[in-house]
């Protein structure tokens, strides 16, 4: 299994981005699919999840800017970032909890980060 993060790059303050982050290989079920963020010397910190029932949430310094949605069928979380502020400046990582045969546990994957800069 392997999680691949896509969308980051180098955007003013106020512009917006899409992240996309997509599941591939033997998979069963996906349950909940999350962002994280880090900055250099800090540790990662939540941005935002969203449940396999749809119900989502976002860290206070994001909300009402940053939306976290999922496509079941393509096995891909999205976060859709906008009014972005040099603040959000960070690696962004996608999180998956998903099992690969049905009678498996549940098991934590990571995507690999992509960058996403906000120039002031």
């Known amino acids: 299994v392997q999680l691949q993060a896509s969308g980051g790059g180098l955007v003013q303050a106020g512009k917006s981005l899409r992240l996309s982050c997509e599941a591939t290989?033997?998979?069963?079920?996906?349950?909940?699919m999350s962002w994280f963020r880090q900055t250099p010397g800090k540790q990662r910190e939540f941005v935002a999840e969203?449940?396999?029932?749809?119900?989502?949430r976002t860290v206070g310094s994001v909300e009402g800017r940053f939306t976290i949605s999922r496509d079941d069928a393509k096995k891909t979380v999205y976060l859709q970032m906008n009014s972005l502020e040099p603040e959000d400046t960070a690696v962004y990582y996608c999180?998956?909890?998903?099992?690969?045969?049905?009678?498996?546990?549940?098991?934590?994957?990571w995507g690999q980060g992509t960058q996403v800069t906000v120039s002031s």
């Open positions: 969203i449940t396999d029932g749809g119900r989502a």
């Open positions: 999180h998956m909890l998903l099992k690969v045969a049905r009678m498996s546990s549940w098991s934590i994957y």
């Open positions: 290989g033997d998979i069963y079920s996906i349950s909940g």
